[in-house]
């Protein structure tokens, strides 16, 4: 992020010093110098030695596709040629989505694949507020007038055995940079959803509906607001458009989506 967003407010008090702001700078300085030379900042893939925090070093970085310009202006699915900024793919063109904009940092492939899955299931929580950085500037245009973040939801029992919703933390890391407020339980999974790769799509579609609900509790809170959903994947958009559905059902005024990674067809 080299600018602040529109939304950024003061979101540093949890972490303020002690010490007071003048004198908080050095020490912060020399802790972070500690730190490094404790635990040298490793890359967020290979673990290999770079220069900064939450940063990928030059190998990985040349694997990482990041999602750029041009894209579908609806489900932000890359485009190999410029067609015109509003233009959108021949699959939102068949079937709009429920939701406005769907944006995506990486193109999920082998090097974005193993971030999703290291965030997942390898305790590389401490990548978090790079992922928060990442999603911000990919979302940008989603963010700017966003009222609410809402993880897409893990079933309690998964949540149990993972100890922590991704997409939450995700949720949460771009709260930080952004000052857009979380509502981390306003979606729910009511009944767990088996792995849905080897369904086809109308039995996909079937399996999700009525998996995810609005949590009753926060209802009233969606109403009338710019929802802006988290998830660390999109790939058939599926799980997504589940929740929009549900969201804009409670009475949102708005739906977008924000993913880490996303799966990219070769027929677009
Ligand atoms: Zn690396
Ligand atoms: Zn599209």
Known sequence: MTGP????RESSAAGA???GHLAARPLDRLAARAMDVLFPPQCLR?????EGPGSLCGDCWR???FVTEPHCACCGHPFAHDVGEAAVCGACAAQPPSYGRARAVMVYNDASRDLVLGFKYADATHAAPSYGRWLARAGRTCLADADMLVPVPLHWMRLFRRRYNQAALLAHALAKETGV????????????TP??????????????????????EQ??????RRVVLVDDVMTTGETVEACAKQVLRAGAR???????????RTEV
């Open 254 to 264: 708005s739906v977008d989506v924000l993913s880490l990674a996303r799966a990219v």
């Open 219 to 224: 209802a009233p809170d969606l109403k009338d």
């Open 181 to 192: 407020p979380v509502s981390p339980r306003a979606l729910v999974r009511r009944r767990r």
């Open 46 to 50: 290979c673990r290999a030695l770079v």
């Open 17 to 19: 010093s002690p010490f």
């Open 195 to 216: 792995p849905l790769g080897r369904l086809n799509r109308e039995a996909r579609r079937q399996r999700l509906s009525g998996a995810i609900a609005v949590n009753p």
């Open 5 to 8: 967003l529109k939304h950024r």
């Open 63 to 65: 694997e990482v596709s």
